[in-house]
């Protein structure tokens, strides 16, 4: 290897690095720039938005949950799917495996899914009662159908 070829590799490496999203990650999201995977509108609240990762495939992003679960009905390996969401107290991305679900009429999201996300399950129950829904304890049962 040349010191030329070496500084390029060590300038990619360093760059691929400071955009600060894992590979394996959920996707980097610009409030009004990103759009939905699903129905193109641009993401403009993060509290709805959610994401998943088939393998082999770039991480998708979307502006509601509802938005999530009608592609990934589309996939042709649903079960293959990596999942994230954000917590709605923190904003803050969170495996779908640890997160549990509101469903409420109350909830005005971007495409009517009406569904939020929680890291805590605590909190979900009080989310529930706050906006008269109801919790959807786990990612399974929500791709089954059960909000």
């Not at 999201?29 to 759009?35: G, H, L, Y």
Request: hydrophobic share 40%.
């Amino acid at each position: 290897m040349t010191r030329g070829t070496a500084i390029v590799a060590i300038v990619t490496l360093a760059a691929s690095g400071a955009c600060g999203v894992k590979a394996d990650g959920p996707p980097h999201i610009e409030v009004d720039r990103t759009p939905c995977a699903h129905c193109g509108m641009l993401v403009s609240e993060t509290t709805f938005a959610a994401a998943y990762k088939a393998p082999g495939a770039e991480a998708r992003a979307f502006d509601d949950i509802g938005c999530l679960l009608a592609a990934a009905k589309r996939e042709a390996d649903p079960g293959g799917l990596r999942f994230w969401f954000h917590d709605a107290p923190t904003g803050d991305w969170i495996d779908g495996v640890d997160a549990t679900f509101v469903k409420s009429d109350r909830l005005r999201t971007p495409m009517n899914g009406r569904l939020i996300a929680y890291r805590d399950a605590a909190a979900a129950r009080r989310g529930a009662q706050e906006n008269q829904g109801r919790v959807i304890r786990s990612l399974a049962d929500l791709l089954r159908g059960e909000s």
